[in-house]
């Protein structure tokens, strides 16, 4: 039958579990783990997403957080090598950190996280005890270490006489930490990923504004010649809506048909740059004929596959109904060079 404390630590990894974000996980986990290893002052440190530094991501007994951040190069902090070695100790010596020269006695607390790709090697236990021989810094029995596990961070918290050496408060404490970090590092990790999805979201919405604003027809198609994307003026050429009338309808289809054909010729002879340029099609709200100048490059992906991307140049609304020049045809200065000519009736 599980005690009273394995009901403590089952309710507060469930209470982690349901968390709205990181910040709020952290700051309940650092509260409940000060109560758990009583003591007044504790701070959380995690690696940042470069995997470079240790940051302060919560804090506990402080009005403001102090300002650390420890360099995972600068294995003489004996807060670093407890978090790369991702073994607990305890130390009654100042520490080497101005801002948490107050905390003696202290403990540190290793965070862990399941081993990927990114993650920091662990530092051997040997080389820990090598570069810290100090007698004011003593290793701590901890919970074995799970299996795959690569360090994450570490949790300071200052000693005091409840949580000395073999207390049930440090004792629970330890498992507290070895039970929740990887839940944290998850969290985080999530985090980081919706960070990241919403930063590349808007900057696709920033470049699709600024696609749909050129008034030339920009149309991306895969290997197979199907369009994976395009802007609003090639949509307006090619796909229909809803409450289209007959004829424009008819319009759309014919350019369908001649897009589809330039496409086949261009693949015939053997790619773009041996292929036509030239692409005839029909202005479907006015019916007059439209003559565009193709231009196509071929982009890289990431993944080695490669696709095609085709920009259609067409004409600028002042020049589509009634051309200027003396030939019938009239120029459009854009970002594409495009070109019109009025039907033969117009």
């Not at 403990?107 to 090697?121: F, K, N, V, Y």
């Not at 408060?169 to 944290?184: F, G, K, N, Q, Y």
């Amino acid at each position: 039958m599980a005690g009273p404390g394995d009901r403590r630590i089952a309710g507060l990894l469930s209470a982690l579990a349901e968390a709205p974000d990181f910040d709020s996980t952290a700051s309940f986990f650092l509260t409940q783990l000060a109560e758990i290893a009583r003591t007044p002052r504790a701070l959380l440190l995690q690696f940042d997403a470069a995997r470079e530094n240790l940051n302060i991501v919560a804090s506990v007994g402080f009005e403001t957080p102090p300002p650390v951040v420890l360099s995972i190069g600068d294995i003489g902090s004996p807060i670093v090598v407890a978090a790369l070695t991702m073994r607990a100790m305890r130390g009654t010596a100042h520490l080497p950190h101005r801002a948490l020269a107050h905390i003696v006695p202290w403990i540190a607390l290793p965070l862990s996280q399941p081993r990927h790709r990114g993650t920091i090697e662990p530092m051997p236990a040997h080389r820990g005890a090598e570069l810290l021989t100090t007698s004011s810094i003593t290793f701590l029995e901890t919970p074995e270490r799970l299996l795959g596990a690569a360090p994450a961070g570490v949790v300071l918290i200052q000693g005091t006489e409840q949580n000395g050496e073999g207390s049930d408060a440090l004792m629970e404490a330890l498992d507290v930490v070895t039970l929740a970090s990887p839940l944290l590092a998850r969290l985080m990790s999530l985090e980081d990923a919706r960070e990241t999805n919403d930063r590349l979201t808007q900057q696709r919405d920033r470049l699709t504004l600024m696609v749909d604003s050129l008034p030339d027809p920009v149309v991306i198609m895969n290997a197979a010649n199907d369009i994976i994307a395009q802007n609003s003026r090639a949509g307006r050429l090619l796909h229909a809506r809803d409450d289209d009338s007959p004829g424009r309808r008819r319009a759309l289809e014919l350019n369908n048909l001649l897009f589809t054909s330039f496409l086949s010729k261009t693949a015939m002879m053997g790619g773009p740059q041996s292929g036509p340029r030239e692409l005839n099609l029909v202005d479907p709200d006015e019916g007059y004929d439209l003559l565009f100048e193709v231009l196509r490059t071929h982009s890289e992906r990431a993944s080695g596959r490669r696709t095609r991307s085709s920009p259609c140049c067409a004409t600028s609304p002042t020049c589509g109904a009634r051309p200027t020049s003396s030939n019938g045809r009239c120029s459009a200065f854009g970002t594409l060079r495009s070109r019109c000519a009025a039907n033969a009736t117009g």
